[in-house]
């Protein structure tokens, strides 16, 4: 599997096209719809999966679904494994940031795409509307359970991996 980051945006949200056989699937298209159109005009389009509400992240939704109509993963459905064609991922329940966010985890490729949940070195921001400090805590606990070879995929910024948040990032102690 393929991952292109595109940055969309006045706030620099990441948005992510996952490539695998010619089939994509679009994570959090935030904004900038003709550059995400750009990346997937010559792929099939199989499904978008949005890691939280916030406008910042789903600010190109609708034309999205207007150009392709795709089913949409996001909070509605329930923590299990998903299988879309070529892609085999799990939605992980990770509120903190806000009620519905979550994370959703490639296994096979050891990579997480975790929204606002975990930046590099810091958490998203709790003090929104539905966000909670008790909530990103339980979600921190559940995600230091994971393998720690992953590669985290925030919603800002650049990647991590779990192993360095668990060892360099002060909310995971």
């Given at each position: ?33 003709y550059k995400i ?33 795709v089913k949409i ?101």
């Amino acid at each position: 599997m393929k991952i292109k980051k595109i940055v969309t945006g006045s706030l620099e949200e990441n948005c992510y096209v996952l490539v695998n056989n010619g089939d994509c699937l679009v994570i959090d298209p935030g904004d900038d719809f003709y550059k995400i159109k750009e990346e997937i005009k010559d792929l099939n389009l199989l499904a978008v999966l949005i890691t939280h509400h916030h406008f910042d992240h789903v600010g190109a939704l609708d034309e999205l679904l207007e150009y392709k109509n795709v089913k949409i993963y996001d909070y509605n459905l329930e923590e299990k494994e998903y299988e879309i064609n070529n892609f085999n991922f799990n939605i992980i329940k990770t509120s903190g940031h806000t009620s519905d966010s979550i994370t959703f985890y490639f296994k096979e490729e050891k990579v997480m795409f975790t929204g606002d949940f975990i930046f590099k070195g810091t958490i998203g921001r709790t003090d929104l509307p539905t966000g909670d400090m008790k909530e990103m805590e339980n979600s921190i606990d559940k995600i230091k359970k994971y393998d720690k070879n992953i590669t985290l995929y925030p919603g800002h910024g650049d990647n991590t991996t779990l192993e360095d948040e668990i060892n360099n990032n002060c909310f995971f102690t």
